[in-house]
């Protein structure tokens, strides 16, 4: 399975940014997708046009339609021209309230879409310090993991929260142990080969730690916010993924 690579542009950008932004990204080689908010989702789609990299968005509602008023369908999501959606992630699961159940009938929405939905799952720094990151995370996974998901339509994050945004990441010790233990538990629900299987890191990843974090077994590739909104910073991240697996 190739490295996947997935920038979340979190609440940022203009039109004109967001363009020159995903034209700087166009011409990147690997598995890259790019979710912009959803206001730049045409800018984004009209400039990856003849490029492999794929567009997603950061998140939708699980109805298809109906009176939602200020949310986005996985099937407009579809439609706007995104194969992804990141869901459940933890600005939402904090700021919003989502809970497991809402991320598991988002992603079956997502899948019936045919969207591919990025599960986003990872323990707070109160839940590390208390011993409790690999029960949290298999809580939110089992809970969050719709019947819908399987290796071949779903991706897992593994986003400690306090990693996001801060410069602090786990050891590289600790990142393959819960790796390792999404996998177990995925291998178990999905009776499939733990190859098969895709469990992206997030939280903290730039062009300068990205190789040896893409190196570690069992992180099939990486969840990047702020260092994707810099083309150099995210290409250098995306050229590491050679470098992991040289
Ligand atoms: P960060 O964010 O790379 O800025 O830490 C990651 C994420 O929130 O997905």
Redesign the pocket.
């Known amino acids: 399975m190739r490295t996947l690579i997935i920038g979340?542009w979190k609440m940022h950008g203009s039109r004109a940014s967001a363009g020159a932004l995903a034209e700087a990204c166009a011409g990147l080689l690997g598995h890259v997708v790019l979710c912009p908010p959803f206001t730049l989702l045409d800018v984004v789609a009209q400039a990856l046009k003849s490029s492999s990299v794929a567009l997603g968005a950061q998140d939708c509602h699980f109805a298809a339609q109906g009176a939602f008023t200020g949310d986005i369908s996985a099937e407009m999501l579809k439609d706007a021209g995104c194969a992804y959606v990141i869901l459940g992630?933890s600005e939402r699961r904090g700021g919003w309230g989502e809970t497991d159940a809402m991320v598991g009938m988002k992603a079956t929405a997502a899948i019936e879409a045919g969207l591919i939905p990025v599960i986003c799952i990872g323990e707070t720094l109160e839940e590390k310090d208390a011993g409790k990151t690999l029960a949290r995370v298999e809580s939110q996974l089992r809970q969050s993991l719709p019947a819908a998901a399987m290796a071949e339509n779903t991706v897992i994050a593994y986003?400690p929260v306090w990693?996001?945004?801060t410069g602090r990441t786990p050891t590289l010790e600790d990142i393959k142990t819960v790796h390792q233990h999404i996998l177990d538990i995925l291998v178990g629900i999905w009776h499939c080969s733990p190859a098969h299987c895709r469990v992206l890191y997030?939280?903290?990843?730039k062009a300068a730690n990205a190789g040896e974090i893409l190196a570690v077994p069992g992180v099939g590739g990486a969840?990047?916010?702020?260092?994707s909104l810099d083309a150099g910073e995210f290409a250098g991240i995306v050229s590491s993924v050679k470098v992991a697996h040289a």
């Not at 997030?202 to 990843?205: L, P």
């Open positions: 979340n992630h986003e990693a996001i945004g997030g939280g903290s990843v969840l990047v916010g702020g260092a």
